[in-house]
């Protein structure tokens, strides 16, 4: 039972807390406890690198009995609700990764101690091993260890047991491995489930609409481990729509493998979706289905729910309808393979299929291009590192991943079949779970106003936010000097999506109603959605469970939990690569821009690599710097120098670590000039030896990128 709510203090007596405002939280969010005032209430923060995200009150008791009292250090999933005051607490639903009591790190040893040393770049609990303890371990071992073992001294690092040896951090692929730790990542299957993949039967055609004879074919990365979506295109010969569209989208049927209730399905639902990384995969299901009966190969018959969707000759869908298939791909090709066989350079795989597939589905998507140009979703560019490894795990390269236009319409042919989906659900009141993604927030529009405003762009701060708005803003500033800034503030003026069961929209796409169906082998939330049509359409007895409508809520929460917690765990293995790629580049110099400004310095990614790593604000000069929010700039106390989001900078490399995947940067250009603040071309070279040398005053503990 909750202990009942304490009576809140005023806001004075609060330390360290400042007042919250409605768009500084979504509704529910990954937090970490990092603060505990005088009279024992904690107080949380979203689990985001910048250290200005604001604090709110945990409420106390709220789900303790479910979740287990929260400490500091522990991450937690909460819920944001409003009070009376115009502030926000948050109220536990689960707690989730690693506790405060638990540190994963790496053994070093000497003479006289041995010492675990966390890899979380911002932890500073080194844990002391007793001596019995550490005995058998060896210097570089990568374990996870527990707070506890003996009585702590009065000063000096905590005591620690270790609980586990996972590897050495020497590895190349510990990167991954501390990340699948560091965040809590479910590993593996149990026995019962792995027995329940290995028995399932490969799919007949009884019950199904054979399409065996239809040329679907995968489009995906050349290095996709999966393949759970085949499209096809052709002319629509009804003669009231001249110029239309046929297209056909085919998806793996994991629902007749992973029934409501199986532990197939227990084990999906709590690992919620697969988690990526340069050198490994940890899929939501086991390999016989993810990689075998389940993913779409070539030549291979495959079970398969499919909508088929009619458009018009400027994109405008006509009807659709959905049938449980059976499909055998024509051919699996990478999106390298079909562009360049539409790009005039078909290869021994893409030269038969050029006139009956690819010439007809690059035809398809001129139309549906039509449809999404009026339409007008968030044009926002992204650049995507793609990182190679060789067979010993190490990075061999980092490039950008190229975007394509083939990428283009893959992506929006299975826009198109998520919304049919959403619509089909809806139209039969059935319960779903919908992709949504809320309008940013009027503070937030007043705060890319605030910052356009220093770069003499105009933007009016009382207008309602539409994406084309957004999209003449980004197609004002393209190819200019600005061009990738505005960009990146754009991109965080934006609310994150997240699963819900009820619908607001999804913003950036500018869709009413949208449900994600096409990739049920990596994602629960299309599982769910799939098993929504099979009830709601009458296609077999495996469909949504009344357990699965009786807990639809809380799966969307806890699927978007578990989303937040494989893009932390394989952004960090990205950083560790990344780190261990420059390690032997300590020295080197690089171009880069400045892409976030921070009281505590300046993150700066490197153009080579996408790398992105930390300028302590205590080495930029001799002077104090003053973080400007609104501007997002530093600027000096004495001299007025600044340094401003975007700015073009020449950094060098004074340390990379790969345990942590931190990155420190030396600046070698100088600031702005005060009365050339408004001049926007690159910052000039520093002078050796010249005045922004040293650092007189900054934090205590700047902490890496």
Same mark, same amino acid.
């Given at each position: 039972?909750?202990?009942?709510?304490?009576?809140?203090?005023?806001?004075?007596?609060?330390?360290? #807390? /400042?007042? $919250? @405002?409605? *768009? =500084? %939280?979504?509704?529910?969010? &990954?937090?970490?406890?990092?603060? +505990?005032?005088?009279?024992?209430?904690?107080?949380?923060?979203?689990?985001?690198?910048?250290?200005?995200?604001?604090?709110?009150?945990?409420?106390?008791?709220?789900?303790?009995?479910?979740?287990?009292?929260?400490?500091?250090?522990?991450?937690?999933?909460?819920?944001?609700?409003?009070?009376?005051?115009?502030?926000?607490?948050?109220?536990?639903?689960?707690?989730?990764?690693?506790?405060?009591?638990?540190?994963?790190?790496?053994?070093?040893?000497?003479?006289?101690?041995?010492?675990?040393?966390?890899?979380?770049?911002?932890?500073?609990?080194?844990?002391?091993?007793?001596?019995?303890? #550490? /005995?058998? $371990? @060896?210097? *570089? =071992? %990568?374990?996870?260890?527990? &707070?506890?073992?003996?009585?702590? +001294?009065?000063?000096?690092?905590?005591?620690?047991?270790?609980?586990?040896?996972?590897?050495?951090?020497?590895?190349?692929?510990?990167?991954?491995?501390?990340?699948?730790?560091?965040?809590?990542?479910?590993?593996?299957?149990?026995?019962?489930?792995?027995?329940?993949?290995?028995?399932?039967?490969?799919?007949?055609?009884?019950?199904?609409?054979?399409?065996?004879?239809?040329?679907?074919?995968?489009?995906?990365?050349?290095?996709?481990?999966?393949?759970?979506?085949?499209?096809?295109?052709?002319?629509?010969?009804?003669?009231?729509?001249?110029?239309?569209?046929?297209?056909?989208?085919?998806?793996?049927?994991?629902?007749?493998?992973?029934?409501?209730?199986?532990?197939?399905?227990?084990?999906?639902?709590?690992?919620?979706?697969?988690?990526?990384?340069?050198?490994?995969?940890?899929?939501?299901?086991?390999?016989?289905?993810?990689?075998?009966?389940?993913?779409?190969?070539?030549?291979?018959?495959?079970?398969?729910?499919?909508?088929?969707?009619?458009?018009?000759?400027?994109?405008?869908?006509?009807?659709?309808?959905?049938?449980?298939?059976?499909?055998?791909?024509?051919?699996?090709?990478?999106?390298?393979?079909?562009?360049?066989?539409?790009?005039?350079?078909?290869?021994?795989?893409?030269?038969?299929?050029?006139?009956?597939?690819?010439?007809?589905?690059?035809?398809?998507?001129?139309?549906?291009?039509?449809?999404?140009?009026?339409?007008?979703?968030?044009?926002?560019?992204?650049?995507?590192?793609?990182?190679?490894?060789?067979?010993?795990?190490?990075?061999?390269?980092?490039?950008?991943?190229?975007?394509?236009?083939?990428?283009?319409?893959?992506?929006?042919?299975?826009?198109?079949?998520?919304?049919?989906?959403?619509?089909?659900?809806?139209?039969?009141?059935?319960?779903?779970?919908?992709?949504?993604?809320?309008?940013?927030?009027?503070?937030?529009?007043?705060?890319?106003?605030?910052?356009?405003?220093?770069?003499?762009?105009?933007?009016?701060?009382?207008?309602?936010?539409?994406?084309?708005?957004?999209?003449?803003?980004?197609?004002?500033?393209?190819?200019?000097?600005?061009?990738?800034?505005?960009?990146?503030?754009?991109?965080?003026?934006?609310?994150?999506?997240?699963?819900?069961?009820?619908?607001?929209?999804?913003?950036?796409?500018?869709?009413?109603?949208?449900?994600?169906?096409?990739?049920?082998?990596?994602?629960?939330?299309?599982?769910?959605?799939?098993?929504?049509?099979?009830?709601?359409?009458?296609?077999?007895?495996?469909?949504?469970?009344?357990?699965?409508?009786?807990?639809?809520?809380?799966?969307?929460?806890?699927?978007?939990?578990?989303?937040?917690?494989?893009?932390?765990?394989?952004?960090?293995?990205?950083?560790?690569?990344?780190?261990?790629?420059?390690?032997?580049?300590?020295?080197?110099?690089?171009?880069?821009?400045?892409?976030?400004?921070?009281?505590?310095?300046?993150?700066?990614?490197?153009?080579?690599?996408?790398?992105?790593?930390?300028?302590?604000?205590?080495?930029?000069?001799?002077?104090?710097?003053?973080?400007?929010?609104?501007?997002?700039?530093?600027?000096?106390?004495?001299?007025?120098?600044?340094?401003?989001?975007?700015?073009?900078?020449?950094?060098?490399?004074?340390?990379?670590?790969?345990?942590?995947?931190?990155?420190?940067?030396?600046?070698?250009?100088?600031?702005?000039?005060?009365?050339?603040?408004?001049?926007?071309?690159?910052?000039?070279?520093?002078?050796?030896?010249?005045?922004?040398?040293?650092?007189?005053?900054?934090?205590?503990?700047?902490?890496?990128?």
């Amino acid at each position: 039972m909750a202990r009942p709510r304490l009576p809140r203090r005023p806001p004075a007596a609060r330390s360290g #807390a /400042r007042r $919250l @405002r409605s *768009g =500084d %939280l979504p509704p529910v969010g &990954v937090v970490d406890v990092v603060e +505990r005032d005088a009279d024992g209430d904690l107080f949380v923060r979203l689990a985001k690198d910048s250290g200005d995200a604001p604090l709110t009150r945990l409420a106390p008791g709220a789900g303790e009995v479910a979740a287990g009292a929260p400490g500091l250090g522990d991450r937690l999933l909460v819920r944001f609700e409003a009070l009376e005051t115009g502030e926000r607490e948050a109220r536990l639903i689960k707690r989730l990764g690693q506790s405060a009591h638990r540190v994963l790190g790496v053994v070093r040893k000497s003479r006289r101690e041995a010492r675990v040393e966390p890899v979380d770049r911002k932890s500073r609990d080194t844990l002391l091993l007793i001596e019995a303890e #550490a /005995r058998d $371990l @060896r210097d *570089g =071992d %990568l374990v996870l260890a527990q &707070v506890g073992g003996g009585a702590d +001294r009065p000063h000096g690092p905590k005591r620690g047991k270790v609980l586990e040896v996972l590897g050495r951090e020497s590895d190349p692929r510990a990167a991954s491995l501390i990340a699948i730790h560091a965040n809590g990542i479910p590993t593996g299957f149990s026995a019962e489930a792995e027995a329940e993949a290995l028995s399932a039967a490969p799919p007949t055609p009884s019950g199904r609409t054979d399409l065996r004879h239809l040329p679907l074919v995968t489009i995906d990365p050349r290095d996709a481990r999966d393949h759970d979506d085949a499209v096809f295109a052709e002319p629509d010969e009804h003669p009231n729509n001249p110029g239309g569209w046929i297209v056909w989208v085919a998806i793996a049927d994991v629902a007749a493998y992973v029934r409501p209730g199986s532990a197939l399905d227990r084990a999906a639902r709590e690992k919620g979706n697969s988690v990526y990384f340069p050198d490994r995969v940890e899929p939501m299901l086991p390999e016989r289905l993810s990689a075998g009966l389940c993913s779409l190969s070539e030549a291979e018959s495959r079970a398969c729910l499919v909508v088929r969707m009619v458009f018009d000759a400027r994109g405008r869908k006509l009807a659709h309808r959905f049938v449980r298939a059976l499909m055998r791909s024509a051919a699996s090709l990478s999106y390298e393979q079909a562009q360049d066989a539409i790009d005039g350079a078909p290869d021994e795989a893409t030269a038969p299929l050029m006139e009956g597939v690819l010439r007809p589905l690059w035809e398809a998507y001129g139309a549906l291009k039509i449809g999404r140009d009026a339409r007008s979703p968030l044009e926002i560019e992204s650049v995507e590192r793609q990182i190679a490894v060789d067979n010993s795990g190490a990075v061999s390269s980092i490039r950008p991943r190229a975007s394509l236009e083939a990428h283009k319409l893959i992506e929006e042919c299975m826009i198109q079949a998520n919304v049919c989906a959403a619509e089909t659900l809806e139209q039969r009141r059935s319960p779903l779970i919908y992709r949504v993604h809320d309008a940013p927030s009027q503070e937030k529009l007043e705060a890319l106003g605030d910052f356009l405003a220093t770069l003499s762009i105009p933007w009016t701060k009382g207008e309602p936010p539409r994406t084309d708005r957004f999209n003449r803003l980004l197609e004002r500033t393209r190819g200019g000097p600005n061009a990738e800034i505005v960009n990146e503030v754009v991109l965080r003026t934006q609310m994150q999506a997240i699963y819900s069961s009820e619908n607001i929209g999804h913003f950036g796409l500018n869709l009413n109603r949208y449900a994600h169906f096409t990739s049920p082998i990596r994602r629960y939330a299309d599982l769910i959605v799939h098993r929504g049509l099979i009830r709601a359409l009458g296609l077999g007895d495996d469909g949504l469970s009344g357990e699965d409508i009786a807990r639809i809520k809380d799966t969307a929460e806890h699927i978007t939990l578990t989303e937040r917690r494989a893009m932390a765990a394989e952004r960090g293995a990205v950083d560790r690569y990344v780190a261990a790629f420059l390690e032997d580049r300590v020295g080197a110099t690089f171009q880069g821009r400045i892409t976030g400004v921070t009281r505590f310095g300046l993150f700066v990614r490197l153009a080579e690599t996408g790398a992105d790593g930390l300028v302590a604000v205590s080495t930029l000069g001799d002077e104090y710097f003053i973080h400007d929010e609104k501007s997002h700039t530093l600027v000096g106390e004495r001299t007025g120098a600044r340094w401003r989001l975007g700015a073009k900078v020449e950094v060098r490399l004074r340390e990379a670590t790969p345990i942590t995947g931190g990155l420190l940067f030396e600046m070698l250009s100088e600031p702005e000039e005060a009365d050339s603040a408004s001049d926007r071309s690159a910052p000039r070279r520093r002078r050796p030896g010249g005045p922004f040398r040293g650092g007189r005053r900054g934090p205590t503990r700047p902490r890496a990128g």
